[in-house]
């Protein structure tokens, strides 16, 4: 199972921007904590990551009551947690995954350290060998487990050193054991005293240095776009002066061929026409008379026709109207004379039947 998120807890914007580079340069998301408070808060939400990398000394709460508070919440208990510290020996990781650490990441990181627990942690997670989160917690060694540790780890060196731990042996508090535990817990106060001192002098170091990148990255860009702005002024001027150079000469060339233009119309007029002008010209004019001629004879010819048809025409509509005029005075003249025939005949029948009315009257 690929692991591609992280929670990084530290007290330290240096120790955290260190471990946070190496995670980000095996393709991982980091999310960051300041403290195990916000942590538990991250984690109070709906993000789950994959593994969490938890400092052991902190301010406030520390690791390990960091680590026991997420291993006591059933929907964080499954996170694998890496305890990042100087400590890493048998006792102290014996110790770490009684109250739920997978693994210890010795500080200062390296890459070979943190590669072997990705892997580790890859192949668990794959294989479902993960283990599980302690049942019962001991709560008599976790009390104070900065100190428990410490003691407990001194009382180990000092019966080593003597030679008379047994199992089951109880070691006498001797004078010479009070004061090793008591200079054993007096470098422990020491060793997180210069462990937060030290957390913040380089925190404060980290924020000159940042605020000093940022200065030099705003100087920086101001300078460029100063620069910037200087030389597209620069640009700008050079393109206007070419322009007015270019604009010169061009106004400068036609010029010139204007003169030259009219100096040759000048001495045309001057000099008049070349024989080639002038032979040019004949051919053209003689051209033009050849097909004037041709034009008006073939209008002429067309003109005659027209005028023999329209003579033709009109010669035979006045005889068709003659003819007509003709026929109809014959028409009338016939009429006319029936007509006085017929009068004389009615005008005789009337005087005959007349003379017989008084004849026989």
Request: aromatic letters at 4%; glycine letters at 6%.
């Amino acid at each position: 199972m690929a692991i591609k998120n992280a929670l990084l807890v530290d007290d330290s914007k240096v120790a955290r921007f260190a471990l946070s580079k190496l995670l980000e340069n095996r393709d991982m998301d980091v999310s960051m904590a300041g403290s195990a408070e916000e942590a538990l808060d991250f984690l109070n939400g709906s993000q789950r990551p994959d593994v969490i990398f938890m400092d052991h000394l902190m301010p406030g709460m520390n690791g390990v009551e960091a680590t026991k508070a997420i291993k006591r919440n059933p929907a964080t208990a499954s996170i694998p947690v890496v305890m990042c510290t100087s400590k890493k020996s048998d006792d102290f990781m014996q110790e770490a995954r009684g109250y739920g650490v997978y693994n210890i990441l010795t500080k200062p990181p390296q890459s070979d350290g943190l590669d072997s627990i990705l892997s580790g942690l890859s192949k668990d997670l794959e294989e479902g060998t993960l283990p599980e989160p302690p049942a019962n917690e001991d709560d008599t060694l976790a009390e104070d487990d900065e100190d428990s540790l410490e003691t407990d780890a001194a009382v180990h060196l000092n019966t080593e050193i003597g030679g008379s731990e047994q199992s089951g042996t109880t070691v006498p508090l001797t004078s010479d054991l009070i004061e090793q535990i008591s200079r054993s817990a007096v470098k422990t106060h020491i060793n997180n005293r210069l462990h937060e001192l030290l957390s913040s002098l380089f925190d404060e170091q980290h924020d000159h240095l940042k605020r000093l990148l940022d200065d030099t990255e705003r100087k920086r860009e101001k300078q460029i776009e100063q620069q910037t702005t200087e030389f597209r002024e620069l640009v700008e001027g050079k393109l206007d002066n070419l322009k007015n150079e270019v604009a010169a000469e061009v106004t400068l060339n036609l010029g010139n061929e204007l003169s030259e233009l009219r100096k040759q119309l000048q001495q045309q007029a001057a000099g008049g026409f070349s024989d080639d002008d002038l032979k040019a010209l004949k051919d053209h004019i003689t051209a033009a008379q050849t097909i004037d001629t041709e034009f008006w004879q073939t209008l002429q010819s067309e003109a005659v026709q027209q005028a023999h048809d329209i003579a033709r025409d009109t010669s035979e509509e006045v005889a068709q109207r003659t003819l007509d005029l003709y026929l109809k005075e014959q028409r009338a003249a016939s009429a006319k004379m029936y007509t006085v025939a017929l009068a004389i005949s009615l005008g005789v029948f009337s005087l005959g039947i007349a003379w017989l009315g008084g004849l026989f009257g």
